[in-house]
C-alpha cells in the first residue's frame, strides 16, 4: 500500500507541471481566439497570462525536481502558440493590417517572421538546453518578444494611441531577429528561490509592485522595452570593450617591435687577445 501511495505521489508531481503548461496552452489560443474577434486588449491580458502559467511550470518543475524530456517537449509546443503565432496573429490584426493596400504582403510577412523567428528559437533552445549558461539566453526568449507585443497593445489602448503600422513592421523584423541571433539575455535561472535574502531585495519587490500599480500600462511596457534592448546593448559594449582590448594588444606589438632590443655584451675569456 504504501508502495502504490508513493508511486501515485510521484505521478501527482510530474502531472503539475504539465497542468501549468496545460493552462498556458488554454491562455494562448484564448490569445488567439480574441484577436481574430478584434478585442486586442483581453487577447492582450491571455498572453500575459499564458507568460505567468509558463514561469509557474519551470519553477515547479525545478523545485519539485520533476523536469522530464516530455513536459520540455510539451512545454515548447505550447509556447510556439501562446508566444509565436498568437502575438503574430495579433500584432497583424492590431497593427499590421494598416499598411497600404499594395504593400499588404509585407504585413502578413512581417507576422510571419515573428512566427519563423519564434519555431528557431525553441528549437536552439531545446538542443542546446544541456550545454547552455544558466545565467543567460542565447538570444531573445519567445515569451519576451510576445510580452512586449501584448504590453504595447495594453499601452496603446489604454492612452487611446493608434499604432504605426511602419513602426511595428519594423518592430517585428527586429524582434524576429533578436530570437535567432546569439545575442545575450539576462535569463535569472540562477536565482535561487530557497535561499534566504536581505530585507532589501523584499524592499525591491514591494517598489516594483508599486510602480506597476501607479501605472499598470506604462510600466510593464518600458520594463519590457528595457529588457528587449538590454541584450543588443550589452553585445556593443561587450565589442566595443574587445575592440579596445585588442587595439591596445596591436599598439603594444608594434610599439614592441620598434623598440630596439638591446645589444648583450659578450662574456671576455679572461685572456689578452693583443699581440
Not at 247 to 263: G, Y
Request: hydrophobic fraction near 50%.
Amino acid at each position: 500500500m504504501a508502495k502504490l501511495t508513493d508511486r501515485m505521489g510521484r505521478r501527482g508531481v510530474y502531472v503539475l507541471p504539465s497542468l501549468f503548461t496545460t493552462m498556458g496552452l488554454f491562455s494562448g489560443f484564448y490569445g488567439l481566439i480574441a484577436a481574430v474577434q478584434g478585442r486586442y486588449e483581453l487577447a492582450a491580458w491571455a498572453i500575459l497570462a499564458a507568460a505567468v502559467f509558463d514561469m509557474l511550470d519551470g519553477r515547479v518543475a525545478r523545485l519539485l525536481h520533476a523536469e522530464t524530456a516530455f513536459g520540455a517537449e510539451y512545454d515548447s509546443l505550447c509556447d510556439m502558440l501562446s508566444f509565436g503565432i498568437a502575438p503574430a496573429v495579433l500584432i497583424y490584426l492590431w497593427a499590421l493590417i494598416h499598411l497600404p493596400a499594395d504593400l499588404h504582403k509585407l504585413a502578413w510577412l512581417g507576422a510571419f517572421f515573428l512566427v519563423a523567428g519564434a519555431g528557431l528559437r525553441l528549437a536552439r533552445f531545446n538542443v542546446q538546453l544541456e550545454c547552455q549558461d544558466k545565467r543567460y539566453f542565447q538570444g531573445l526568449p519567445t515569451p519576451g518578444a510576445a510580452l512586449l507585443i501584448a504590453t504595447a497593445v495594453l499601452y496603446y489602448e489604454n492612452a487611446g494611441y493608434t499604432p504605426q503600422a511602419w513602426l511595428w513592421l519594423f518592430g517585428a523584423v527586429f524582434l524576429s531577429w533578436l530570437m535567432v541571433s546569439d545575442v545575450r539575455f539576462v535569463s535569472g535561472k540562477d536565482i535561487d528561490l530557497k535561499k534566504k535574502r536581505s530585507t532589501g531585495m523584499v524592499v525591491l519587490m514591494v517598489v516594483a509592485v508599486g510602480l506597476v500599480m501607479i501605472d499598470p500600462y506604462r510600466v510593464p511596457f518600458t520594463v519590457l522595452l528595457a529588457y528587449c534592448l538590454h541584450g543588443p546593448m550589452m553585445s556593443l559594449w561587450q565589442h566595443k570593450r574587445v575592440s579596445s582590448y585588442r587595439r591596445l594588444r596591436r599598439m603594444q606589438k608594434a610599439k614592441n617591435k620598434a623598440t630596439p632590443k638591446p645589444s648583450i655584451p659578450q662574456e671576455s675569456n679572461g685572456k689578452d687577445d693583443t699581440v
